[in-house]
């Protein structure tokens, strides 16, 4: 395995800041991680596309995807002033993407990682499992540094595997170096066998560019959503090589090709013209003044006869000092008169308070009151 991707580095001495020793606790040990309920292991509220169902077997999708030259570039340069392999950076990244998937901040995660001596013992990969308790505060290099520090004291954590059905299901979402792939291909594709993972990450870190490969349960995800989870972790690792300093929130998974498609929240909107009742009601008027508007029994108004009380009503109101913006309340049973009243008010820029008959008049008190009409 090359050094540039190795997870680990020499076990450090324990160490005696409260945070380290809190991590060393959240993570499970290899005896409780088969030991311990599983109700208290944090389960990925992942967002699907289809309902998980125990009746559907497994099906195996994948999508792919490089990151360019710039992004690889920056991302190694990263690597190097901060002294972490850059498989720590991805891990990183992907606790980003986990946590904006599903708003959790207690992410369990999975990674394969090789070891030299296991590799000559012809033992193959360890399946490894990263617990973390997330901050969205942090900024990525606090970040960074505390999922170095957890993999590297914890010397990683194996998860149960049963040798028919791969991976506990609990451990939904890997991150695996494409070196140790032909393992990550016996897992994921054992679907008439049960596959396990939601998701594994595939990753073949090249000087001038990253190869991505995003392993799915086609289940439970649609190759569409999925092709663009890649991109938006594409995306991702972009922002991280250019602004390493940056907070998390900071970040955004909006890619470029999608930013065509959503609103800018910063653009002034036009204000619509929704036109008034009486400006509705004047155009009914102005173009067919012979209508019937209000009708009862055998008595009937026209626009026309409507128009001219309702210019009679507001004239009234200003004649007695109403100002725009008083408020006069309106009380009567159904008839000619309260419509008209009704428009007369609007007309002549009054405020419209109606009153129910139904209900009490102390209620109508205290409306006018407060109206103060």
């Known amino acids: 395995m090359k050094k540039s991707m190795e997870f680990f580095d020499p076990p ?13 606790k959240d993570l499970l040990s290899n005896s409780s991680l088969s030991g311990r309920p599983r109700r208290e292991w944090p389960v990925l509220e992942l967002p699907l596309d289809y309902p998980r169902s125990a009746e559907r077997p497994a099906a195996k999708g994948v999508q792919s995807g490089r990151l360019a030259a710039p992004a690889t570039g920056a991302l190694w340069q990263l690597s190097r ?31 394969y990682a090789g070891d030299e001596e296991r590799d000559r013992a012809g033992s193959g990969p360890r399946p ?40 506990a299901p609990e451990i939904q979402v890997f991150l695996n170096e494409v070196t140790l792939a032909e393992k990550l291909r016996e897992l994921s594709g054992r679907e008439a066998e049960g ?10 870190a090249g000087q001038n ?18 092709a ?22 900071s970040f955004s998974l909006l890619t470029p090709a999608k930013r065509a498609l959503w609103p800018d929240p910063s653009r002034a909107l036009p204000e619509p013209n929704y036109p008034g009742v009486l400006e509705l009601f004047d155009g009914w008027a102005g173009r067919s003044p012979g209508q019937i508007a209000v009708g009862q029994g055998r008595r009937e108004w026209t626009y026309a006869d409507l128009a001219d009380r309702s210019r009679t009503v507001a004239r009234m109101l200003r ?27 609007l007309r002549s820029g009054g405020v419209l308070l109606t009153l129910d008959p139904r209900q009490p008049e102390s209620r109508h008190r205290a409306m006018l009151e407060q109206a103060r009409a």
Not at 13 to 22: A, G, H, K, M
Not at 95 to 110: A, P, S, V
């Open 209 to 226: 560019e990253i190869e991505l490969e995003l392993v799915f349960n086609a289940v439970l995800f649609g190759a569409e959503r999925m």
């Open 228 to 249: 663009e989870t890649l991109e938006q972790f594409k995306h991702l690792l972009g922002q991280i090589g250019r602004t390493p300093r940056a907070g998390l929130g």
């Open 195 to 204: 596959f396990s993972c939601d998701w594994i990450f595939n990753v073949r």
């Open 12 to 24: 450090t001495p324990p160490s005696n800041d409260p945070f380290v020793r809190e991590q060393e």
């Open 319 to 345: 004649q007695r000092n109403l100002q725009p913006g008083d408020v006069v309340g309106l009380y009567g049973q159904r008839s000619f008169g309260l419509i008209a009243a009704l428009l007369g008010i």
């Open 128 to 167: 490894q499992v990263l617990r973390l308790t997330l901050d969205p505060e942090w900024g990525f290099g606090a970040l960074l540094a505390r999922v170095r520090e957890a993999v590297q004291r914890a010397g990683g954590i194996q998860p149960p595997v049963a040798a028919d059905k791969g991976l």
């Open 81 to 111: 002033e901060q002294k972490q392999p850059l498989s720590a950076i991805l891990l990183a990244a992907l606790q980003i993407l986990l946590h904006r998937y599903t708003g959790q901040t207690d992410l369990l995660t999975g990674f």
